[in-house]
């Protein structure tokens, strides 16, 4: 196993940044055509709707937000929904929307769908946005109407179900997932909410078309925005390691039940597939004759490491720390 990363009492170094798939050359596997044609729908369909709710991932906040969006969808009035805010460590959160501020995201609400935790907070945000702007063509009507957008795997489904139960005390309209890709195409109408009258275009996920940097296509693979086979579950759960480890997050430790922190990803996963018996016997040729050994399950290790990190067993985390360390602090 390649060891790419270290994070104990030292520096921190990425040894394969030309090697990732992320950096370049592979960009066409992130951005399917799927994607595009989802793009341009989500562009023809803008006439439809008076305002944009862009959800994201709470734990990204600073990265990961697709720059064609604010191209592509125009002057719109625009929400950002910053979703999973459960599994996000939100010790920083003012600083998180100051930062936003000054990118001219001025209305930004943190949520946890799954529990509908400040769900609530959208609709009379919408309404509001859309009663002090212009609706152009759309001002004779009597209702609203608002595109969900992000990338994928964000929550953008689990938003509009979880507003369905707060305003219409009605089950799912639309098919959620743990993985990206769920939703392929822009949906007709969904309905939200009574009074105000208020509709829902779900829309595919889309990621840029090219990735800023490195460290971010791995911020978003921890994430779930690309399939884990296409990174490589291993090299996953060793930037997540190195991750935990720089944040001094060692709720691994505890949970695995390890001797104590670790930069050794092999030895970690090794640990890890002893304790869950994720162990296989392979056989191995010798001079006596074959030999039955038994060695770790790493894919299957690493699988669990990752899934246990997502499901928020790991604790909170802010993996935009970095930017949030280089954003200057308003003046009070």
């Given at each position: 196993?390649?060891l ?5 009492g ?26 595009a044609k989802?793009?341009?729908k989500?562009q ?5 709707v ?33 979703n ?8 920083e ?11 001219g ?11 509908d ?5 959208i609709?009379p ?9 212009c609706?152009y ?12 957008i ?17 305003h ?19 949906m007709?109408?969904?309905q939200?909410c009574?009074?105000?009258?208020m ?15 490195v460290e ?13 086979h ?12 190195y ?8 709720g ?23 304790r ?9 040729l ?20 990752l ?8 604790g909170?985390?802010m993996?935009?720390?970095?930017v949030?360390q280089?954003?200057p602090?308003?003046?009070?």
């Amino acid at each position: 196993m390649r060891l790419a990363f270290r994070a104990l009492g030292g520096a921190a170094g990425v040894a394969w940044r030309e090697s990732f798939p992320l950096g370049g050359r592979d960009v066409a596997r992130w951005f399917p055509g799927h994607m595009a044609k989802g793009l341009k729908k989500m562009q023809s369909s803008l006439k439809l709707v008076d305002c944009i709710i862009e959800v994201h991932d709470a734990r990204i906040p600073l990265s990961g937000r697709n720059p064609l969006f604010q191209e592509t969808l125009g002057l719109k009035p625009h929400v950002l929904v910053l979703n999973k805010m459960d599994l996000a460590d939100l010790k920083e959160q003012q600083k998180i929307i100051q930062h936003l501020e000054g990118e001219g995201l001025k209305n930004v609400v943190f949520t946890n769908c799954l529990q509908d935790e400040n769900v609530k907070q959208i609709i009379p945000t919408v309404t509001g946005l859309v009663g002090s702007s212009c609706r152009y063509h759309r001002g004779e009507s009597l209702e609203y109407c608002a595109m969900v957008i992000g990338i994928p795997n964000v929550g953008k489904s689990s938003l509009i179900n979880a507003l369905r139960r707060q305003h219409l005390r009605k089950g799912k309209a639309t098919r959620v997932g743990g993985e990206p890709g769920i939703t392929r195409a822009v949906m007709s109408r969904i309905q939200v909410c009574e009074r105000p009258l208020m509709f829902l275009l779900d829309t595919p996920g889309v990621l840029a078309p090219r990735i800023e940097s490195v460290e971010m296509g791995l911020k978003l693979a921890l994430c779930g925005t690309v399939l884990d086979h296409l990174v490589g579950e291993e090299t996953l759960a060793d930037y997540l390691l190195y991750t935990l480890n720089r944040h001094q997050l060692f709720g691994y430790v505890r949970h695995y039940g390890l001797g104590g922190a670790c930069d050794d990803i092999a030895s970690v996963l090794k640990q890890v597939a002893v304790r869950l018996g994720k162990t296989q016997k392979v056989k191995v040729l010798t001079g006596t004759g074959d030999v039955n050994v038994i060695q770790p399950n790493y894919p299957a290790a690493a699988r669990d490491f990752l899934q246990t990190f997502r499901r928020g067993l790991l604790g909170p985390v802010m993996l935009d720390r970095d930017v949030l360390q280089r954003s200057p602090v308003a003046e009070p």
